[in-house]
């Protein structure tokens, strides 16, 4: 979807990209752990090769990015906020 | 402080003297990083570094053959010797002619082999020491749209561009968790002598490089280096592993 919208868009000077966060920490990552839905902060930080959860801050400065003129040649595209997690 | 800032860092970047390289270390030098610009033509990294002094920042010249192992221990030894640090290393030297695959010699193969990621191999290792010891830093290559289909007129080119991506993800597993990250960009075409000259060579225009994205234009080489920046800065402090094609868009 995210091409289709970028290819279709671009001569227009509008981008279109995804970020797929990995394991977030919110509000609503805590609540699923502590209802034991989830594993816990530790687990996930272990599978992690950056040894932590995503933070708002990481996704924040990552849309900050694409959505500013330093990105103007990126559309289509995706960037995984993961700490390195699916290498 | 703003994570896109890059105040007390510094940077080495190969073949920092022309193309996307000297893009890469302007804009590097802009956000606040001092540069270490290495490259085999001494002319074209003085001019650059010049040009990164005038926006008040250091830049050190260091002539390097990145595909001779000797020459890179002096390229980070001297950082370390002369910045007194090393926080940010860009893997872009690199580049091969185009020609069918039946025309390549041997000795051409292993020479683009050796250039586009061999040096990867070689350079990261050595300027990852002193980052593994701070246990912070991040490496960025540049590699090539090349790397994810087949290209006929360049296969030793893009068969070694993908081989980066590739070496991204096994450096990013193996450093990541010791605080230092390794992200690939990818670039499509952009307006650098490298690429003019060649396309003036194979009667390719500039308008048929830009019909092959979706913007329908071929990048300048800040906008490259606008990606390495995000993956040089906090701002990608999460991200490692990633290779981000920088294109224009799909052309589908």
């Known amino acids: 979807m995210t091409k289709t919208i970028a290819r279709e868009y671009a001569i227009h000077g509008i981008t279109a990209n995804t970020i797929p966060p990995f394991c977030v920490d919110t509000p609503m990552l805590r609540d699923a752990q502590a209802k034991g839905q989830v594993p816990t902060a530790e687990a996930m930080s272990s599978a992690i090769p950056s040894g932590r959860l995503g933070t708002l801050d990481d996704i924040g400065a990552t849309c900050a990015f694409l959505c500013s003129d330093a990105a103007g040649y990126i559309t289509g595209q995706i960037i995984a906020v993961n700490g390195g997690a699916i290498v | ?252």
């Open chain 2, 1 to 252: 402080m703003s994570k896109f800032s890059l105040e007390n860092r510094v940077a080495i970047v190969t073949g920092g003297g022309t193309g996307i390289g000297r893009g890469c270390s302007l804009v590097l030098a802009e956000h606040g990083a001092d540069l270490v610009l290495a490259g085999r033509r001494r002319e074209p990294l003085e001019k650059t570094a010049g040009d990164i002094e005038a926006l008040g920042r250091r830049a050190l010249v260091v002539p390097t053959d990145v595909t001779k192992v000797g020459e890179c221990e002096q390229l980070v030894g001297r950082t370390l010797e002369e910045m007194g640090r090393l926080d940010i290393l860009v893997n872009n030297a690199g580049g091969a002619s185009t020609k069918p695959i039946d025309d390549w010699t041997e000795q051409e193969w292993h020479q683009v082999v050796d250039l586009n990621i061999g040096s990867v191999w070689f350079l990261s290792r050595l300027a990852v020491k002193p980052m593994l010891e701070r246990g912070k830093g991040s490496i960025v290559n540049i590699s090539s749209g090349s790397a994810f289909f087949g290209f006929p007129m360049g296969a030793p080119y893009g068969a070694s561009k993908a081989a980066v991506n590739n070496l991204t993800m096994s450096m990013a597993a193996a450093w990541t968790p010791k605080g230092v990250r390794v992200n690939t960009v990818a670039s499509g075409a952009v307006r650098t002598e490298m690429l003019i000259e060649d396309s003036r060579r194979h009667g390719v225009d500039e308008k048929a490089l830009a019909a092959g994205n979706a913007m329908g234009r071929i990048g300048e080489p800040e906008e490259i280096a606008y990606a390495v920046l995000f993956f040089a800065c906090d701002a990608s402090s999460y991200c490692s592993g990633q290779s981000l094609w920088v294109n224009g868009g799909p052309r589908g």
